[in-house]
């Protein structure tokens, strides 16, 4: 389904102006209360506001529905770009559905895109129906609410039974069915007043400046995960997989984080979901750099192993065209994939929606970036004073039940934390 700010015809459909701006502040601080949308990293990325014109679809097209979409509609769009960067121009911020289900995707371009990268700054505007876009005057935003108080209950699952779905998970990789499953658990976070989503997406990104903190039609968090990033030829995803909570004792944590470089367990883990990203993205590119061995990338609640796979486009395919070769990946589904996700189905006990999967944006190039929905929150569209939180775990023959459920309650931190200090 298509939604349109007005009825778009003729080959003067959009009118999209890129110009450079001086610094206007942290990006965060321009946005809106109502729908805000961002990406951000280390305080550089994108946020926008408005609605322009947005796509939703479901199914197992989905992927493909909103590629022709966007095409047909950059497309025919009348483009002023004074910066020449990625993500200048026309951009869209998406976030798709986990599976093929009834969950719908989106994408969504903005009235306005507010963009920053090194020492440069832009403002995009969209005007329709060949109208000229309005001026952009950037002020800073009123100022961001607490959503206090917020109370937190078990979602589909208490810690206990989800302990138990986590050993039927473990018993079915015993009998050979698969070699790795990821299971989600969910929270129910409540206030009595509507969650102003910027609040939370403020302490996420101060918190952790090394994740991609996301806010798309009412999907926020911050992942460490890159699903898949394409800048003018080069294609890059950071792959993680193998967790382990920090302590809060530096000396201690140095431990914890060689045992994690030598775990059997995680690097098996690792290794399954390293090779699903390769795999999937080698008919796409013309080399390719597969590290032999991960990276420790330590966050401020717990530490991942992680592997940057990269390789040079060999089609043209665009960033959402390599977000749906990818997923899903092994890190948020498992091996093989099929009976990966027929366990999630049948044990899990939730309905992940968008939950673990692709959100981030493209460009009118097609260049972009995806995360994976990760360790992050739904405002419940029929009640914005209630929130799902995520996150999940990867389960191998080696998992113990309890020290899962340790590790989610580690991932479940972030989200908690933004939402209550």
């Not at 999937?280 to 590290?291: D, E």
């Amino acid at each position: 389904m298509t939604t349109l700010r007005a009825p778009i015809r003729g080959p003067a459909s959009l009118v999209v102006r890129t110009v450079a701006v001086s610094d206007p502040g942290p990006l965060l601080g321009l946005l809106p209360e109502a729908s805000p949308l961002a990406w951000i990293r280390r305080g550089e990325g994108l946020v926008g506001w408005g609605r322009a014109a947005s796509f939703r679809t479901r199914g197992s097209g989905r992927f493909g529905h909103a590629e022709r979409w966007w095409r047909e509609l950059v497309g025919t769009a009348v483009v002023r770009d004074e910066v020449g960067l990625p993500g200048c121009g026309p951009v869209a911020f998406g976030s798709f559905a986990f599976d093929d289900g009834d969950a719908s995707s989106v994408l969504v371009l903005p009235d306005v895109v507010v963009g920053h990268r090194a020492d440069r700054w832009w403002v995009t505007t969209v005007g329709v129906q060949g109208a000229l876009p309005p001026g952009a005057a950037l002020q800073r935003s009123t100022p961001f609410r607490r959503p206090d108080p917020v109370a937190f209950a078990d979602g589909a699952l208490s810690g206990a039974e989800w302990e138990l779905v986590v050993a039927e998970a473990v018993s079915r990789i015993a009998d050979g069915k698969l070699d790795k499953v990821v299971l989600a658990r969910d929270l129910v976070a409540e206030s009595p007043m509507p969650v102003d989503p910027r609040w939370p997406l403020a302490r996420l990104a101060e918190r952790y400046p090394r994740c991609w903190t996301f806010s798309v039609d009412g999907l926020l968090g911050a992942t460490p995960e890159l699903l898949v990033r394409l800048e003018r030829g080069l294609v890059t995803s950071r792959v993680l997989a193998g967790t382990i909570r920090r302590t809060g004792d530096h000396a201690h944590d140095l431990a914890l984080a060689a045992s994690l470089a030598h775990s059997s367990k995680d690097l098996e883990e690792h290794e399954y979901a390293v090779s699903s990203v390769a795999g999937a993205l080698t008919p796409h590119c013309s080399s390719m750099n597969v590290p032999e061995t991960p990276f420790v990338l330590d966050l401020a609640n717990v530490m991942h192993l992680a592997t940057d796979v990269t390789g040079v486009a060999a089609d043209s395919s665009s960033s959402l065209t390599l977000a749906a070769a990818l997923h899903p990946t092994a890190a948020v589904c498992g091996t093989p994939t099929d009976e990966a996700a027929a366990l999630i189905s049948e044990i899990e006990g939730l309905d992940r929606g968008r939950y673990a999967g692709p959100v981030g944006w493209i460009d009118a190039s097609g260049d972009g970036e995806w995360g994976i929905a990760l360790r992050c929150a739904e405002i419940d569209p029929r009640d914005p004073a209630r929130l799902r939180l995520f996150a999940g775990c990867g389960i191998v023959a080696g998992s113990d039940p309890e020290a899962e459920l340790a590790e989610s309650v580690a991932k479940l931190v972030p989200m908690r934390d933004a939402l209550t200090s």
